[in-house]
């Protein structure tokens, strides 16, 4: 049988075009099908804009930390309006630049939602075509909580669209994204506070470096409540007197429901108007913005897939084996929409083993051991490998770990402390896992994970040489162990 194409990509984020290029790159007759803004999540409504964020938020504290070195510099006042509209100019040129990527490899583009009928057919808008294989990379959207009124709160997409700043914001959620966006609301003036179900932000993370984290959070000003959740909201503007008393352990296990039928609209209905919120703890209070960062669902929804034969697994995301393939053997999937690890240089990856296993004759399954990973909060969290938690239930272990508080800050008078950990496995000496709250962790944590990858061993950094005065020369200083387990 012919097709028309060797490889359909169904999406147009990190994943979905890197798989496109290199696939074209063997020969292959590539197409895409992209029903929103090329770049995905990551470049138009994530990573990208998300960092740009974190760099913008970060300069109340350089020119406070300025003037303790010298400068006779003042805050001024941040202007979202101006930084909002260079941002989405930037969002603009990278989405051209990932258009020319695909146009320069040869990849066909068709700018609408793909949706299949058979294992090789694909109908977009009204134009059907056939392809021999059909990569999935629709990534994933944001999720609410099963709530009335939920549709009044906002999600990440939402807030780089934002018309002005809010005064107030309550976060809801204790993951990524709510911290993120709890720093750099936080610092871009607005009076955060953040509710988390759980006993303590990151859950999944190193409880030492969670806990540091959480109080650095605290200390700089952030309202966070864990072991709290949202039980009510509704429109400031109305009567709450009559609410109807609510369970709110009901509330806190509620599960996170789809916001809108389209995944990737901004939003499906954002309160003009400040918003009325009730707590587990009892407590009552008016914001002009709920965030709800309450996690993520693959995008599954009305592309054809179950017709198609592909099996969902529980949390609706596309189930695949180890090489990325689908139930049905023509079509696979990489990123979100598999709900493995939801990282941009994952679903890359994922891409680059596709096309080694199909169009190259390697197979290879994509390597999800030790990633590294950071969050971006200020300080940020940079992470490798097991936390503590985790590796003393694996094997006997050692901890190496120091706080301080670093010489740049500590000059300009700041009591905020870092955190630098080492978890090393007893006998093989090897290190199971670094974790790392600083500023600059993100970089930090890309060079201690080649290491980490490498099989480094506790004695191979002891014999690397400090670089001096850095923060991060304590990774290669730590002489004993502060505990063993
Ligand atoms: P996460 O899964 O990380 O966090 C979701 C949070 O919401 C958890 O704290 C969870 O609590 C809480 N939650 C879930 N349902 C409810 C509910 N019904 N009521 C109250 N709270 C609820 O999701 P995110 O959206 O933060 O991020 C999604 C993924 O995106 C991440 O896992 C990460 O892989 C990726 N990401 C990576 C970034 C980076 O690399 N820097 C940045 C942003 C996102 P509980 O812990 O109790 O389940």
């Given at each position: ?6 490889l359909?990509?169904?999406g ?9 290029r290199?696939?074209a790159?063997?020969g ?9 803004r090329?770049?995905?999540t990551c ?7 998300k960092k740009?964020?974190?760099y913008?938020s970060?300069?109340?504290d ?9 400068w ?7 202007n979202?309006?101006?930084?909002r509209?260079?941002?989405h ?13 695909l ?5 066909e ?11 090789h ?5 009204d134009?059907?075509v ?7 990379a629709t990534?994933g959207?944001?999720?609410?909580p ?20 809010p005064k107030?914001?309550l976060?809801i ?7 993120e966006?709890a ?9 955060v ?32 409540h864990v072991?709290?959740n949202?039980?009510?909201m509704?429109?400031a ?11 709110s ?6 599960p996170?429901?789809d916001?809108?039928?389209?995944p990737?609209?901004?939003?499906a ?5 400040p918003?009325?919120?009730k707590?587990?703890?009892g407590?009552?209070k ?7 960062a309450?996690?993520r669902?693959?995008?599954t929804?009305g592309?054809?897939l179950e017709e198609a ?6 949390r ?9 393939q ?10 979100d929409?598999?709900n ?5 240089p994952?679903?890359?990856?994922e ?6 296993t199909?169009?190259k ?13 950071a969050?971006?909060t200020?300080?940020?969290l ?23 508080r ?16 080492l978890?090393v496995?007893?006998e093989?000496?090897?290190i199971l896992?670094c974790?790392i ?6 970089e930090?944590?890309q060079?201690?994970g ?5 099989g480094a ?7 690397t040489?400090?670089?001096?005065p850095t ?6 200083t ?5 505990r063993s387990?």
């Open positions: 049988m012919t097709f028309d194409y060797d359909f990509v169904i147009g984020g990190s994943g979905g075009v890197r798989a496109a290199v696939a790159a063997t292959a007759k590539v197409a895409l099908a992209e029903e929103y090329m770049g995905g470049v138009i409504r994530g990573c990208v804009p740009l964020m974190v913008a970060s300069y109340p350089i020119f406070d930390d300025a003037r303790q070195y010298g006779d510099v003042q805050h001024g006042d941040f979202w309006g101006n930084f509209t260079r941002l100019a930037e969002l603009d040129r990278l989405e051209e630049v990932y258009r020319n990527l146009n320069g490899s040869d990849v583009i068709f700018d609408g939602r793909a949706i299949m009928d058979d294992p057919t694909v109908r977009i808008n134009k059907t056939t392809a021999k294989h059909v990569l999935i990534g959207h944001p999720v609410r099963d709530m009335p009124n939920a549709d009044l709160g906002i999600v990440s997409n939402d807030i780089f669209l934002m018309e002005k700043m107030s914001v976060i959620g204790g993951g990524y994204i709510a911290c966006f720093c750099i609301l936080h610092g871009l003036g607005v009076e506070t953040q509710y988390y179900r759980g006993a303590q932000i990151l859950r999944g993370f190193d409880d030492e470096a969670r806990g540091l984290l959480a109080d650095s959070m605290i200390q700089r000003g952030i309202n966070l072991g709290t949202i039980v009510e509704a429109p503007s109305e009567d709450h007197t009559g609410a109807q008393p609510t369970n352990d009901a509330a806190m296990g509620a996170a429901q916001i809108a039928s389209n990737k609209s901004d939003t209905k954002t309160a003009k108007e918003i009325w919120v707590a587990t703890n407590t009552e008016v914001f002009d913005h709920v965030l709800f309450t996690g669902s693959p995008n929804d592309i054809g034969g592909v099996k969902l697994g529980r609706g995301e596309v189930a695949v084996d180890d090489y990325s689908t139930s049905v053997p023509s079509i696979y999937a990489i990123g929409v598999t493995r690890v939801q990282l941009t994952v679903a890359i990856r891409g680059m083993a596709f096309v080694e199909v169009f004759g390697n197979p290879t399954k994509p390597d999800h051991d030790l990633i590294p990973s969050v971006f200020q300080p940020e940079g992470t490798v490998g097991l936390t503590e938690e985790e590796a003393r239930e694996q094997e006997p272990i050692e901890v190496y770990c120091t706080s301080f670093p010489m740049q800050q500590a000059f300009a008078g700041k009591s905020e402390r870092v955190l630098m950990k978890v496995a007893k093989s000496r090897k896992g974790h709250v600083a500023d600059h962790a993100g930090m944590i060079m201690v080649i290491a980490v990858k490498m061993t506790k004695e191979d950094f002891d014999r040489v400090a670089v001096h923060m991060a020369e304590e990774i290669v730590m002489k004993e162990p502060m387990a």
